[in-house]
């Protein structure tokens, strides 16, 4: 049985993708001892991590290589994860009280 | 048109619609699909995790940050160079299985798996050091408990996965070896590894880089 898609994989373009992805987790290690908040230090860091999933997801996984896939894959994830950001308030809630009531 | 003509016609319709509901999904075959929907599913499991994790960090007052040392984030650093590594070789081996070097690919396919018992053998190294320290499930010296118990839930989960990666990597390249798994198979398999190292990717920073001591 074969894949039905022919990964279009070369060894350069894998190894310029990993040295990307060590870069950028060392640039997380950088991050990690600015002098910054930890609010802002988890948006940069977030940041960072989201673009490394998206490199490993579209070269090491190949979805680059399949739009429709490609799709299934992002609605899916983005739908989950937007479903799991329901309870920030709460959790602002239980350490600052409710702002909102008197 | 004549009678003929709609036959052939009609024919040509049904072959297309019977093709059009045999073939597989975005033409990826039935159980590389089945990895994906794992995957998906597994990402969920994570962010579950991940986003738990964070709304209880958020939600506790004074939360610890035991990580000071140079020689826990040098640990860190190598687990994840380690981590990534491993994904290379994973490549290399589909690659070879797909241009049919099956020696080359069994070999990158065991290299792998090994990143894969040095990451495994790091990560326990780790957590003795922090197990020496004081810290289990329940309990640890730095403050609130919870900082330990999601500290091991989420990278024993994420160690469980690559536990369960090496293995399914010995048992897969052994089979394909010996011929009964092709190139496909040891792709799916590098899909499953390729996943472990992107989990990863979001554990470093939040587990143990937001709580480095300062």
Redesign the interface.
């Known amino acids: 049985m074969t894949t039905g898609v022919a990964h279009k994989s070369s060894l350069g373009k894998d190894l310029i993708v990993y040295v990307c992805l060590l870069a950028l987790a060392a640039i997380q290690f950088v991050i990690a001892y600015q002098n910054i908040s930890t609010a802002q230090m988890f948006v940069r860091m977030l940041a960072v991590a989201l673009i490394e999933a998206g490199l490993a997801l579209l070269f090491f996984m190949h979805l680059s290589e399949n739009r429709g896939l490609r799709w299934f894959v992002l609605i899916f994830t983005v739908a989950v994860l937007l479903g799991l950001q329901y309870g920030w308030t709460d959790s602002f809630r239980l350490i600052d009280g409710v702002p909102w009531a008197k | 048109m004549s009678q003929a003509d709609f036959s052939i016609h009609a024919q040509v319709s049904r072959s297309e619609a019977t093709e059009a509901m045999t073939a597989?999904?975005?033409?990826?075959?039935a159980k590389?699909m089945a990895m994906?929907l794992f995957?998906?599913a597994d990402?969920?499991t994570f962010?579950?995790c991940l986003?738990a994790y964070?709304?209880?960090r958020?939600?506790?007052?004074d939360w610890p940050r035991p990580f000071h040392g140079a020689a826990e984030?040098t640990n860190v650093?190598l687990m994840?160079?380690i981590l990534?590594?491993s994904?290379?070789t994973m490549?290399?081996g589909?690659?070879t299985a797909?241009a049919g070097e099956k020696a080359k690919a069994f070999r990158w396919t065991l290299i792998t798996a090994l990143f894969g018992i040095l990451f495994a053998a790091l990560h326990l190294r780790e957590w003795m050091g922090m197990i020496g320290e004081g810290a289990t499930l329940f309990h640890n010296p730095w403050g609130t408990p919870l900082f330990s118990s999601l500290f091991f839930s989420i990278t024993g989960l994420h160690l469980l996965h690559v536990t369960g990666g090496v293995i399914a990597l010995f048992a897969v390249a052994l089979k394909y070896q010996r011929g009964r798994y092709?190139a496909?198979d040891l792709?799916i398999t590098g899909?499953y590894w390729?996943?472990v190292?992107?989990v990863w990717?979001?554990v470093?920073?939040?587990v143990y880089?937001?709580n480095?001591a300062r």
């Open positions: 597989p999904a975005f033409r990826v075959p590389k994906w995957i998906i990402s969920a962010a579950g986003v964070g709304f209880i958020n939600s506790t007052p984030l650093a994840t160079l990534l590594t994904s290379l490549l290399l589909v690659q797909q092709q496909d792709e899909l390729h996943f190292d992107l990717m979001f470093v920073p939040f880089l937001l480095l």
